[in-house]
């Protein structure tokens, strides 16, 4: 199975702060990459899909970046209502496998 | 608009057998694929399995192979999955999923509890 190696797994910042969080593919998974939000006692939610395209409803400030085995997510200005866990999953070939998930915490 | 409705967990011991169920609406059900993910208490997110829209083909997590299996009736717009000698580390909240550029809808879970 492939391993999803996402970092950091927790960060602390402010609002208005820049957050960078990373996933790394244990092989090439092309752009068969989502990111997903979770807050807690809630469902996750898909914010992006195949690497870098927002979801419809999804601010522009969450943006995508990679392939290959590298993937960036990115917050420009973190907002409060962003405060959650965030998880990369793979979905090149089954099976799907997760990120181990970055909580975002407020500074 | 999309629904998806788990039900069935309960409180098993371990060894014991239980069956998930998710309900869709809002979209034609025999047409997508479907996926149940897990999360047990404080951790992470674990992919389980998915099931194409006909039928015809299922993958499976290495944790639930063997034990677990997913199945549809698209009569009754109906996702399961069936959990066999479930082990204590199967506690968790199941989710039901509906996947299109990614797992785009999903449900509020049901919580299974294997304990003794």
């Known amino acids: 199975a492939i391993q999803m190696t996402q970092s950091p797994s927790s960060l602390s910042a402010s609002v208005g702060d820049r957050v960078t969080i990373t996933c790394r593919a244990s092989?090439?998974?092309?752009?068969?990459l989502g990111w997903y939000q979770q807050k807690p006692g809630n469902a996750p939610k898909l914010l992006i899909s195949?690497?870098?395209r927002l979801q419809g409803g999804v601010p522009s400030r969450f943006s995508g970046s990679g392939s290959g085995t590298d993937f960036t997510l990115t917050i420009s200005s973190l907002q409060p209502e962003d405060f959650a866990t965030y998880y990369c999953?793979?979905?090149?070939?089954?099976?799907?496998?997760f990120g181990q998930g970055t909580k975002v915490e407020i500074k | 608009q999309v629904q998806l409705v788990e039900a069935g967990g309960d409180v098993v011991q371990p060894g014991r057998s239980l069956r998930l169920s998710c309900t869709a609406s809002?979209?034609?059900?025999?047409?997508?694929?479907m996926h149940w993910v897990r999360q047990a208490p404080g951790q992470g997110l674990e992919w389980l399995a998915m099931?194409?829209?006909?039928?015809?083909?299922?993958f499976y997590a290495d944790s639930i192979k063997g034990r677990f299996t997913i199945s549809r009736d698209d009569s009754k717009n109906t996702l399961y999955l069936q959990m066999n000698n479930l082990r204590l580390e199967d506690t968790a909240v199941y989710y039901c999923?509906?996947?299109?550029?990614?797992?785009?809808?999903w449900g509020q879970g049901t919580l299974v509890s294997v304990s003794s």
């Open positions: 999923a509906r996947p299109k550029l990614g797992l785009e809808n």
């Open positions: 809002g979209f034609t059900f025999s047409a997508f694929a």
């Open positions: 099931i194409l829209y006909d039928g015809s083909n299922r």
């Open positions: 092989q090439d998974i092309r752009d068969d």
């Open positions: 195949a690497a870098s």
């Open positions: 999953l793979q979905d090149y070939n089954y099976p799907w496998t």
